[in-house]
């Protein structure tokens, strides 16, 4: 069994960062890539940003409208990566998805895992 759990969001101030987390725990063998993804109302859920382990270290890729503003890393020996969102803006309002590709144990296929979601309200 694999579980992500997320943690970090809430409401900020226009201008303003917030740090989101997400752990993977459970019957883990391999990570390939973890990432985080959004979904305001109305819309469909989008890549925010991910991380993919590669031979020579890490490659990570961001959307357009978050480029410059928000960094994403990840902590290989706690299984978790984490968002650093700076210069939030209204439109970044959305419920934050952590999303991870994992081997897990006994198993013989990669797979997505998702996490429950956090919501980010970035408002005045």
């Known amino acids: 069994q694999v579980q992500l759990v997320e943690s970090g969001g809430g409401l900020v101030q226009p201008g303003g960062s917030l740090r989101l987390s997400c752990a993977a725990s459970g019957s883990i063998f391999r990570i390939d890539a973890m990432g985080w993804y959004r979904q305001a109302p109305g819309k469909e859920r989008e890549l925010v940003a991910n991380?993919?382990?590669?031979?020579?270290?890490?490659?990570?890729s961001y959307a357009d409208s978050v480029k410059g503003r928000f960094t994403i890393s990840r902590d290989h020996v706690k299984n978790t990566v984490y968002l650093q969102m700076n210069s939030l803006k209204p439109e970044d309002t959305a419920v934050y998805y952590c999303?991870?590709?994992?081997?897990?144990?006994?198993?013989?296929?990669?797979?997505?895992?998702w996490g429950q979601g956090t919501q980010v309200t970035v408002s005045s």
């Open positions: 991380i993919i382990t590669i031979t020579s270290g890490s490659s990570t």
């Open positions: 999303n991870a590709n994992i081997l897990a144990t006994r198993t013989i296929m990669m797979r997505d895992y």
